[in-house]
């Protein structure tokens, strides 16, 4: 109630600021918790998927904590995975002040799990300001993959950007196969190089008016190698809506796990997703609009609530 009470007050004084103070509410309590006497274990809800082991289904969504600062004390925050970025690589330039404070701000957070069981899951989203599918294209992404591999858990190829490739009411397929092929082949090599595996997943906006070409673009994608996809459902009505979705995606599109952000408020919100077919949710305004306590509270009661069914309201 008082996080929501300074939330209403922020957004009448300043709409722009309400991001910003939601993530330094939530960076000073993560901070703050490392000083009181009880330890705030991450809630315990196990999934395994796309090669990893989740804690539990509920991570933090891109766009909430662009530069990983928070990664270094996020697990009094409950979530079982966090996504940073998204992080836009620019190939043709060395990377840049910005871009060498995240891989530093990853850097200082693996340096406090050195000796320690890291749980939480962390990802990387990565973006680029091509508009085009290009050689160019290609090349930021597997740029970012070589800055971010010491350190991410897994990697983000994010096509969800208003003039994405996949965006567009009728995708180049062939351009998007090449996009991806590619991608793919040098994360192989990059593998081998490395020698680590780490999955890559495509994000991709699902509009409620115009979402026919997505089952094309995910079918595409699991052609290709990927690992998932994460959906963000964009304008849709309501929860109900999105669970529809979700389960056609799933029915249609067999053994491709689907990462759903968009709606979910409530752990009720987030089971329905989940017995629709997604293997794992995100939340982003849900924590800006509720606060960390209340979010913590909705990942530690979803345990409960599985096998509850999606039903219309």
């Known amino acids: 109630m008082f996080y929501r009470l300074l939330i209403r007050f922020v957004s009448s004084i300043n709409t722009n600021f309400v991001h910003k103070f939601a993530y330094l509410y939530t960076y000073s309590l993560c901070r703050l918790c490392r000083f009181i006497p009880i330890s705030l274990s991450l809630p315990l809800n ?113 096509l969800s950007r208003p003039d994405s490739p996949a965006r567009v009411l009728n995708p180049d397929m062939e351009k998007l196969y090449e996009l991806l092929q590619n991608i793919k082949q040098q994360h192989g090599r990059l593998t081998e190089k490395k020698g680590k595996s780490i999955p890559v997943v495509i994000k991709t ?8 070409h997505i089952n094309n673009v995910l079918l595409l994608a699991k052609d290709c190698g990927i690992d998932g996809a994460i959906l963000a459902f964009e304008a849709w009505p309501d929860i109900h809506a999105v669970c529809e979705r979700v389960r056609l995606f799933a029915e249609q599109i067999e053994s491709f796990p689907f990462i759903v952000v968009g709606g979910i408020r409530s752990a009720k919100d987030a089971n329905r997703v989940l017995n629709a077919g997604a293997s794992l949710v995100q939340i982003y305004t849900g924590l800006v609009q509720d606060g960390p306590l209340q979010t913590r509270k909705m990942i530690d009661s979803l345990g409960g609530l599985t096998g509850e069914r999606d039903v219309a309201p």
Request: proline share 3%.
């Open 205 to 212: 906006a699902v509009d409620y008016i115009n979402n026919e």
């Open 46 to 158: 196990p999934v395994d998927v796309i090669g990893l082991h989740f804690p539990n289904p509920v991570g933090l969504a891109a766009g909430f904590d662009r530069n990983g600062k928070l990664l270094c004390c996020s697990e009094p925050s409950g979530f079982g995975f966090i996504e940073i970025g998204t992080v836009n690589v620019d190939a043709q330039i060395e990377a840049d002040d910005k871009i060498l404070n995240v891989v530093k701000n990853l850097e200082k957070a693996a340096g406090k799990y050195q000796n320690k069981n890291r749980q939480q899951q962390w990802g990387v989203n990565l973006g680029s300001l091509e508009n085009t599918v290009s050689d160019r294209t290609i090349a930021d992404y597997v740029q970012g993959m070589q800055l971010f591999w010491s350190h991410a858990d897994y990697f983000v190829i994010n």
